[in-house]
T-cell receptor, first 117, second 115 residues
Framework: AQSVTQLDSHVSVSEGTPVLLRCNYS??????LFWYVQHPNKGLQLLLK??????LVKGINGFEAEFKKSETSFHLTKPSAHMSDAAEYFC???????????????FGKGTKLSVIP | EAGVTQFPSHSVIEKGQTVTLRCDPI?????LYWYRRVMGKEIKFLLH????????ESGMPNNRFLAERTGGTYSTLKVQPAELEDSGVYFC?????????????FGEGSRLTVL
């Protein structure tokens, strides 16, 4: 079984300041981890993914996340927030194996990021 | 290249009526998935097609939901009869590759409101 907890339902930052969106996961194996973003009236877009390679993963638009197995965390960060970053972000876990159930993504509840000018 | 497209973007129906949602995956993607987000809850898996075959439908909530993918191209998700608790956003996604590294491409979702 696997689960994802996004620790903040809403985060507000000023433009130009760092962004930190927190995610903890629970899994009985080493999962694949993802961050997706949904801008208003848009589909879910993949930001970045961790699949057991480098623990520090770089994504699009300057975002990155670090996989910490000891803390079962996969927090999303960005050094400097931009107005266009305002969106809802989802931390997602997926089994690392192929076969039955491997396509069932488990989503966190989402974190809404507001960026104040 | 066109992304995953979903129709309608928003549907408002009364309890007991029928609604059919449609998803057109990215051309060439054999894998098609349906997910749902009920108000205030997480996005949850409903089912997975590989071409026209249902690979995994363990997330379908009950037999009021019927998904089809005739010919292995577009897919429909029918809710009949709709209940109040079916309200939410239904997402479709597609992928080309299998396995944990195959990226899922999501549509914008179809918002269903049942009154």
């Amino acid at each position: 079984a696997q689960s994802v907890t996004q620790l903040d339902s809403h985060v507000s930052v000023s433009e130009g300041t760092p962004v930190l969106l927190r995610c903890n996961y629970s899994s009985s194996y080493s999962p694949s981890l993802f961050w997706y973003v949904q801008h208003p009236n848009k589909g879910l877009q993949l930001l970045l993914k961790y699949t057991s390679a480098a623990t520090l993963v770089k994504g699009i638009n300057g975002f990155e996340a670090e996989f910490k197995k000891s803390e079962t965390s996969f927090h999303l960060t960005k050094p400097s927030a931009h107005m266009s970053d305002a969106a809802e972000y989802f931390c997602v876990v997926r089994p690392p194996y192929s076969g039955a159930g491997s396509y069932q993504l488990t989503f966190g509840k989402g974190t809404k990021l507001s960026v104040i000018p | 290249e066109a992304g995953v497209t979903q129709f309608p973007s928003h549907s408002v129906i009364e309890k007991g009526q029928t609604v059919t949602l449609r998803c057109d995956p990215i051309s060439g993607h054999d894998n098609l998935y349906w997910y749902r987000r009920v108000m205030g809850k997480e996005i949850k898996f409903l089912l997975h097609f590989v071409k026209e075959s249902k690979q995994d439908e363990s997330g379908m909530p009950n037999n009021r939901f019927l998904a089809e993918r005739t010919g292995g191209t577009y897919s429909t998700l029918k809710v009949q009869p709709a209940e109040l608790e079916d309200s939410g956003v239904y997402f479709c996604a597609s992928s080309q590759r299998q396995g944990a590294t195959g990226e899922l491409f999501f549509g914008e979702g179809s918002r269903l409101t049942v009154l």
